[in-house]
């Protein structure tokens, strides 16, 4: 079974504006990372957040970990036409060889 | 640019057949990692390798065969395959989570990926 749970499974916004998809785990975990998967092609990985963080930026991406809640948060922030694409978030635990990903959420963005 | 090369693109086989995907990665990665991807669904992991030894299977069906020759390539035997085997397989490689202590396992980077058709 899948660790991590996405909503929403889908999402349409106009290019410009905010996007923000969460993430929900039940174990506890290492880290988490958020990947994006254009259709059809490999993963590309965004951003890792470890266990000890809260908040963590790249670019025009923004992350959040409530460990307590067991829960995530992806924003991405001025959002263009190439954003267009699944993002999905991983966990990663103690030993750290099993990444398991969550069930994703399929953004688009209108031009 | 991905630097984890998977080969074939596309494959198509019959339930009979057999045949292999390869998956080669020179970043130096002694970790490596077999995902099996069904459409509109997240990856699941199937095999990690680490140091060229099997770590994990996840209760993948013996029709499934994996193998690490070396530390920079990873093969997945295919033999008797149903047609419900049919996905996008996904290499993906990383730095061997022993080298990161307790943070983890850390980035994967993927393949593109092998499109397999059982028929």
């Known amino acids: 079974s899948q660790q991590g749970e996405e909503d929403p499974q889908a999402l349409s916004i106009q290019e410009g504006e905010n996007a923000t998809m969460n993430c929900s785990y039940k174990?506890?975990?290492?880290?988490l990372q958020w990947y994006r998967q254009n259709s059809g092609r490999g993963l590309v990985h965004l951003i890792l957040i470890r266990s000890n963080e809260r908040e963590k930026h790249s670019g025009r991406l923004r992350v959040t970990l409530d460990t307590s809640k067991k829960s995530s948060s992806l924003l991405i922030t001025a959002s263009r036409a190439a954003d267009t694409a699944s993002y999905f978030c991983?966990?990663?635990?103690?030993?750290?060889?099993?990444?398991?990903f969550g069930a994703g959420t399929r953004l688009f963005v209108k031009a | 640019d991905t630097e984890v090369t998977q080969t074939p693109k596309h494959l198509v086989m019959g339930m009979t057949n057999k045949k292999s995907l390869k998956c080669e990665q020179h970043m130096g990665h002694r970790a490596m990692y077999w995902y099996k991807q069904k459409a509109k669904k997240p990856p699941e992991l199937m095999f990690v390798?680490?140091?060229?030894?099997?770590?994990i299977n996840e209760s993948v069906p013996s029709r499934f065969s994996p193998e690490c020759p070396n530390s920079s390539l990873l093969n997945l035997h295919l033999h008797a395959l149903q047609p419900e085997d049919s996905a996008l397989y996904l290499c993906?490689?990383?730095?061997?989570?022993?080298?990161?202590?307790?943070?983890?396992?850390?980035?994967?980077?993927f393949g593109e990926g092998s499109r397999l058709t059982v028929l």
């Open positions: 174990t506890s975990i290492n880290n």
């Open positions: 993906a490689s990383s730095q061997a989570p022993l080298l990161h202590g307790s943070s983890g396992g850390g980035e994967l980077f």
């Open positions: 991983a966990t990663a635990f103690t030993g750290g060889f099993k990444t398991i």
């Open positions: 390798y680490s140091y060229e030894k099997l770590s």
